[in-house]
């Protein structure tokens, strides 16, 4: 009689849980990018008062009889499907309209990046989020309110002879370009490209992204105060590539800024909540690789991330094979980047609410069975009178 109670315990804990899933999901109905979950019921231990068996040549057989005693929380699962598009004219707000999640962190994150494999493991100290509220602030990296900055590839040139943007392929934040005075010219100012110099010229190191540009005399080594940035305006972003240009102000040009990197896990479904609209490539989420919307890595030039080739070989040999765990992924060509907008929360209010209602029901229920219980043990006391 007590292993109902028990029982019914278990039931009113596990709902009180699923209650706390429920409240979370209906509190978060307004909040961008965020992902419904749900809670999974699983029977808990049972008592077995006879086993089975299959039969023999003279009785059949009988199945076992076994009491259970309740329920657990087996697991709270999460869906990170696509939500729908929230128009918000900001041309710098970016949903994904699909698989993936922008990679979002500090400045310094980069410089922890050399090119070699341990960079796939390096990746995972970025933040991932399905929450696109950025904006080029006064220093002009794409941030997010939070400060955060936005990890994509950098455009570092235009091509002369086709008049194509170039891109870098350092994993890097984005900014704008800085602008400085043009050689030669009395007053006229131009572009001044991020630069993949390496400072302090270490040859086997992977080249870096610097703000910092070399003094007049490349070889000097000495790097002079960073450009001013630039400041651009009429930004926009291409929704194929994730390619973000805009006209600059000083110049009068129309110019690529850079593109903005994806992140992709192998289960979308197994990244680790970290609050704020932030998740971690952690356990059970599999490897987390780097790619660019639509497929456009052979498009812009980029087939590895943060330098085809690892640390030259110390006795002047050739060069190692290139490390194919920083191979650009290519899967991430069926997303793409809606601007304009951000995506909703995945919270349904309707089944929400249905859920609650059964959940109240069930643990109504199951402070009955408590009561049934204490009544009969109640009467089997007052058999003593």
């Avoid at 450009?227 to 040009?253: M, R």
């Avoid at 094979?321 to 907008?341: E, F, H, T, Y």
Wanted: proline share 3%; charged share 20%.
């Amino acid at each position: 009689m007590t292993g109902a109670m028990y029982a019914a315990i278990a039931g009113l804990r596990t709902h009180m849980q699923n209650l706390n899933v429920i409240g979370n999901n209906v509190a978060n109905v307004n909040t961008y990018g965020y992902k419904a979950s749900r809670s999974v019921f699983r029977t808990s231990i049972y008592t077995t008062l006879s086993g089975g068996s299959d039969g023999t040549n003279t009785v059949g057989g009988k199945n076992p009889s076994q009491i259970g005693y309740g329920s657990n929380l087996g697991s709270v699962d999460i869906d990170m499907s696509t939500g729908n598009y929230a128009v918000t004219g900001k041309s710098t707000d970016m949903m994904i309209d699909g698989d993936g999640f922008f990679m979002v962190g500090d400045k310094t994150i980069a410089d922890t990046f050399d090119g070699t494999a341990d960079d796939v493991n390096a990746f995972t100290a970025l933040n991932l989020t399905r929450v696109g509220n950025f904006e080029f602030k006064a220093d002009g990296y794409l941030t997010n309110n939070d400060g955060q900055v936005v990890y994509g590839f950098l455009c570092v040139g235009v091509d002369a002879a086709t008049g194509k943007a170039v891109f870098s392929d350092q994993l890097v934040p984005i900014r704008f370009p800085g602008v400085g005075a043009k050689d030669g010219a009395n007053g006229e100012l131009e572009l001044k490209w991020p630069t993949t110099a390496v400072e302090g010229g270490d040859a086997n190191a992977v080249g870096k992204l610097h703000d910092a540009m070399m003094a007049a005399d490349p070889d000097a080594g000495t790097a002079a105060e960073p450009w001013p940035k630039a400041t651009f305006n009429g930004i926009t972003v291409d929704g194929k590539t994730g390619v973000i240009s805009g006209t600059c102000a000083e110049t009068g040009e129309q110019v690529v800024i850079g593109a903005v990197a994806i992140g992709m896990v192998t289960n979308p479904n197994g990244v680790t909540s970290m609050g704020n609209s932030y998740y971690k490539a952690g356990e059970g989420a599999g490897n987390l690789s780097v790619a660019l919307f639509g497929g456009a890595g052979e498009d812009l030039g980029i087939t590895y991330v943060n330098g085809e080739l690892a640390q030259a070989p110390a006795d002047g040999g050739d060069a190692p094979d290139p490390v194919d765990g920083l191979r650009l992924r290519k899967g991430a060509k069926n997303a793409s980047i809606i601007s304009g907008g951000l995506e909703m929360s995945k919270t349904d209010l309707a089944q929400e609410i249905s859920q609650m209602i059964l959940t109240q029901r069930g643990y109504q229920a199951n402070t009955r069975i408590i009561t049934v219980t204490d009544s009969m043990l109640e009467e089997l006391v007052n058999m003593k009178r």
